[in-house]
Structures are given as C-alpha cells and as structure tokens.
C-alpha cells in the first residue's frame, strides 16, 4: 500500500497510524516530510517545491526530494500523479485535512478527480481513498459496496450522479441535488452497497477516542 501524506494534521489515532506503518511505500508532500521524519517514519520520495521542508530532513533525504515547481496544481496533487508514474496503485492520503478549512475542502474534491485517472472494478471504489482522525471518504462512480459495522455514519456527497438507491441504510436515498442532502445516514447492515448513475463521495465516520488525546 502507497501513503501519501500530506501537510495538514498529522494522523494520531492508531487506526491511521498503523496505515502508515503498514505502508511499503511512503510519499511525503513537500513539507509533509517534516512531521513524518518526527514521527519516526522514513519517507520514500519527497514530492513539491522543497521550500518547506526544513534543512535537516532536506539534507538527510536530498537523494529522493522531487522538484517539481509548477504551481497550477497543489502539492497533494503532483504527489499523486507522481505515485501513478512510478506505477502506484493502491493510495491512502493521510494529513489532508486539518489546519486549513479551505486547504480541506480542496482536498476533499480533488478525490474525485484522482479517482478518474484510476481503473475502477463494478461495485468497488476506486484505488484510492483518503483517511482522517474521523473517517474514511471513499470516491465511487456508479455502485459501491462496503462491509462496515452496522451503526456506522455515513454521508453522501453528490459530483453529478442520479437514480440513487441503496441498501442496508438508515434512509432511503433519492435524487438530491444539494451537497449536504445525502448526509448523515446510517448503516443498518454489515453490507451496504449504494447504486447511481454517476460520480459520488461516500464518508464513513469511523471515531477515535484517541483523537481528543493531547
């Protein structure tokens, strides 16, 4: 498995901690590098403009920092699409929210554009999703099935899908057109799989005590 880890709150919880640990390949956006050379973790490749990352970990890992200067796309970005260069296929994104609300939100959507340079297999999600502290977003085109605990929240976010249906949540879906219309439902079976026509956000809420520990 690929992590990417970006700039915005380092992950504490142990679920996402034991991602990073799980890792085989750990690709930092630029200042990234700082918080998970801190953390104890080797970073793989060092993707952005360098400009923060600071001088110790910039002259311990200077053989695998990528330049890469353009500014049309953010650094989460051009780490991903480096990641699918070098043939990486399985991506989790960690520290992409936090910090920032509007650093967040960008973070949030771009999923959905990461996710079309993607194959994707009927029913699942594409190989790429991103995990919080809080939960997990997973971006989906047309079904998606998961095995989750029942009593788990989840939220849908609509990119331009319709004909919504689902089975195993708390509420019946129908065609919202709204961004917050699909939210705050809740997983009434161990199998949910939710059906459209079209691209949608799925988040999962999956909380941590250890989130509200110093």
Same mark, same amino acid.
């Given at each position: 498995? +690929?992590?990417?880890?970006? *700039? ?14 799980? $890792? ?8 990234? $590098? ?24 910039? @002259?311990?890992? *200077? ?18 699409? @480096? ?13 992409? +929210?936090?910090?920032?609300?509007? @650093? ?20 699942? $999600? ?50 919202? +057109? ?37």
């Amino acid at each position: 498995m +690929t992590i990417v880890l970006a *700039a915005g709150l380092f992950p504490k919880t142990e679920r996402a901690l034991a991602l990073l640990r799980s $890792a085989d390949f750990i690709a930092c956006c630029d200042g990234a $590098a700082n918080s998970c050379v801190q953390a104890g973790f080797v970073p793989d490749v060092i993707v952005g403009d360098g400009d923060s990352v600071n001088a110790e970990v910039r @002259h311990r890992y *200077a053989d695998r920092i990528v330049r890469i200067a353009e500014q049309e796309t953010n650094d989460l970005t051009k780490t991903v699409k @480096h990641c699918l260069a070098l043939g990486r296929r399985d991506i989790t994104i960690l520290g992409a +929210t936090g910090l920032r609300e509007d @650093h967040s939100v960008a973070n949030i959507a771009l999923l959905m554009d990461y996710a079309d340079l993607l194959p994707v297999t009927q029913g699942e $999600a594409p190989a790429i999703r991103m995990v919080s502290d809080y939960g997990t977003f997973y971006p989906c085109r047309d079904q998606l099935r998961l095995e989750i605990e029942i009593g788990r929240e989840i939220s849908i976010f609509n990119f331009g899908a319709s004909y919504f249906s689902a089975t195993g949540l708390q509420y019946p879906l129908y065609d919202f +057109t709204r961004l917050w219309q699909g939210t705050l439902n809740v997983a009434t079976r161990r199998e949910v799989q939710i059906d459209a026509r079209g691209k949608f956000l799925v988040y999962v809420a999956e909380p941590d005590r250890q989130c509200d520990k110093p």
